[in-house]
């Protein structure tokens, strides 16, 4: 599912008469959690951006788990012209993890689950040249998870006793960066 969604967009962006780039984080890169997209013109000042970003680290130190992916869609507004400049863009987006929440880092539980997530980009293109421009951005927002509490050390049933999904709610920075962006036309 999750490849037919990106091919379709790459397929459709690609298509559509206007300037189409695709984009790679450098920052998570580096770290090895991958945060790729595309994003493409949709009016005189506006733009479309879908972004991935996914962590397949099964494990940092072998037990405690380090999962994510993340789907991000966004509409952003540039203030002095596309591809240029400072922007601002509004998102929702959806996300599954298998990971230890920050108050569970010393303990043997961790957190498998899904959630939602709607925000708002701050950012700046730097053009490059007429094919290259870094895209330097933070996001941040209302993250609303559910998940099922569970043990890492092969302790059976779950930690917590909610009868389904436990569920959380908070409102954080979720992503940011240096992307390298290459015009495709």
């Not at 780039?21 to 945060?35: D, G, R």
């Not at 203030?79 to 601002?88: D, H, L, M, R, V």
């Not at 689950?113 to 094919?131: E, P, Q, W």
């Amino acid at each position: 599912m999750k490849k037919i969604l990106l091919f379709a967009i790459i397929i459709i962006s690609s298509n559509v008469q206007s300037q189409t780039y695709l984009k790679f984080n450098a920052v998570t890169a580096i770290v090895l959690v991958p945060n790729v997209g595309v994003e493409t013109s949709i009016g005189e000042k506006t733009t479309f951006s879908f972004d991935v970003m996914a962590s397949f680290w099964k494990s940092f130190d072998g037990k405690n788990p380090m999962e994510f992916y993340t789907y991000t869609p966004e509409i952003r507004y540039h203030f002095k012209e596309k591809y240029n400049g400072f922007y601002a863009g509004f998102h929702s987006g959806f996300d599954t993890y298998k990971i230890q929440k920050w108050g569970y880092w010393d303990t043997n539980m961790y957190e498998k689950g899904m959630g939602y997530r709607i925000g708002a980009t701050l950012g700046y293109n730097k053009k490059l040249s007429d094919k290259f421009i870094l895209d330097i951005f933070i996001r941040g927002g209302w993250h609303q998870g559910f998940y099922k509490g569970l043990y890492n050390d092969g302790t059976p049933g779950r930690y917590e006793n909610v009868k389904n999904w436990n569920k959380s709610s908070e409102y954080l920075p979720y992503g940011g960066g240096v992307m390298i962006s290459y015009k495709l036309n």
